[in-house]
């Protein structure tokens, strides 16, 4: 059974930092290309950044670019997303989400995580 | 503002087929696959087309995916009272970017 377990969403003044994680089973990571995709409270769905699986080549919205890291430990099957300068506008449910399709990022993504949520304010 | 656009809402009435159009250019719809996801509120969303017109399995042949040019459907038949729910489109862009749709809100009426 494929599982995505997400962690360490929290409240962070603005211009701080939060380092989310997401422990991948069930499946073989690191043949698959892994995103975050976030959601407002309210909002639609925004992809935030994809990493592919075994070259870790990445990829990122403007809104997040320079600011987001995303990286990947496939010897840990973990998922990981550093987020430095904080906004408000960033706060929302981070979701760790798994591409359908081996190798490529296609925006299909057939698991997703529950969800972590991340809070900006002071 | 979306880089996919989707009507803000549709509606129809039990047993009835209802479609959902998503609208992109030629650097996502127009030369990438088309993927569709239901979100029901509370919930993560779920992934019901991908790859254009495949279901994950589970998923209830009622759904069906197509596409043509720059331009995408989701298809529902036989509608039923717990499909109403948000609906997405997204799809891969040449930009090197996922992008999405805003949303469909479905009312079953």
């Known amino acids: 059974e494929v599982q995505l377990l997400e962690s360490g969403g929290g409240l962070v003044q603005p211009g701080g930092s939060l380092r989310l994680s997401c422990a991948a089973s069930?499946?073989?990571?690191?043949?698959?290309?892994m995103s975050w995709v976030r959601q407002s409270p309210g909002k639609g769905l925004e992809w935030v950044s994809a990493i592919s699986g075994l070259n870790g080549r990445t990829h990122y919205a403007d809104s997040v670019k320079g600011r987001f890291t995303i990286s990947r430990d496939n010897s840990k099957n973990t998922l990981y997303l550093q987020m430095n300068s904080l906004r408000a506008e960033d706060t929302a449910i981070y979701y760790c989400?798994?591409?359908?399709?081996?190798?490529?990022?296609?925006?299909?993504?057939?698991?997703w995580g529950q969800g972590t949520l991340v809070t900006v304010s002071s | 503002q979306s880089v996919l656009s989707q009507p803000p809402s549709a509606s129809g009435t039990p047993g009835q087929r209802v479609t959902i159009s998503c609208s992109g250019s030629?650097?996502?719809?127009?030369?990438?696959?088309v993927n569709w996801y239901q979100q029901l509120p509370g919930t993560a969303p779920r992934l019901l087309i991908y790859?254009?017109?495949q279901r994950p399995s589970g998923v209830p042949d009622r759904f069906s995916g197509s596409k043509s040019g720059t331009s995408a459907s989701l298809a529902i038949s036989g509608l039923q009272s717990d499909d109403e729910a948000e609906y997405y489109c997204a799809a891969w862009d040449d930009t090197l970017i996922v992008v999405f749709g805003g949303g469909t809100k479905l009312t079953v009426l």
């Open positions: 030629s650097s996502n719809i127009g030369s990438n696959a």
């Open positions: 069930g499946f073989s990571f690191s043949n698959y290309a």
């Open positions: 989400v798994k591409d359908a399709i081996t190798l490529v990022i296609m925006g299909g993504f057939d698991y």
């Open positions: 790859n254009n017109n």
